[in-house]
């Protein structure tokens, strides 16, 4: 799927909102920029979200629990060794219900548990994005069915 602006972005991130179960797991890969943490925002605003979405670079984690579904936004960037996801204490974050979207994940490996679903983003020739999801299990075909329908 191309995304020819920011807002189509968001309004990928607000549609894949409305194909949401109460559990998933979505790992966001693509490069600096790619727009991980704009499709984040958008997921949000389409669960009713309105305030600020900021990018937990530093915080690691930035929980939404007034949103319609408890999201939980994770961004591993700075992460010199996977041990700092143990020593942080996440792996709770990761039982129970809940949206777990999480920014570089391989920087955590191996101590994450397997995504339900991937979400792909890169920068195209055009300066636009290039979307692609891929579900790993049952759950994300499930989502991504009701993403495309
Ligand atoms: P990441 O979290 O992957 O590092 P961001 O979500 O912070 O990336 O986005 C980086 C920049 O890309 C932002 O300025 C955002 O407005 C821009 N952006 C997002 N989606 C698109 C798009 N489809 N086309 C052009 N620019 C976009
Ligand atoms: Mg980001």
């Excluded at 929980?63 to 942080?88: C, G, M, Q």
């Excluded at 792996?91 to 979400?119: H, K, M, S, T």
Aim: hydrophobic share 40%; net charge negative; charged share 25%.
């Amino acid at each position: 799927m191309h995304l020819i602006d920011e807002n189509a972005t968001l309004a990928a991130g607000q549609q894949l909102a409305s194909a949401l179960p109460a559990r998933l797991t979505i790992f966001l890969c693509g490069d600096l920029g790619a727009g991980k943490t704009t499709l984040t925002r958008g997921l949000l605003r389409g669960l009713g979200y309105t305030g600020k979405v900021k990018s937990p670079t530093y915080t690691l984690v930035e929980p939404y629990k007034d949103s319609r579904i408890v999201v939980y936004h994770f961004d591993f960037y700075r992460f010199t060794n996977a041990e700092e996801f143990l020593e942080a204490g996440l792996e709770e974050y990761f039982e129970g219900n809940g949206i777990r979207l999480v920014e570089w994940p391989d920087r955590a490996q191996p101590y994450l548990q397997a995504a339900d679903l991937e979400v792909r983003l890169q920068v195209s020739a055009s300066g636009g994005r290039d979307l692609e999801l891929r579900a790993l299990n049952r759950e994300g075909q499930t989502c991504l069915e009701r993403f495309v329908a």
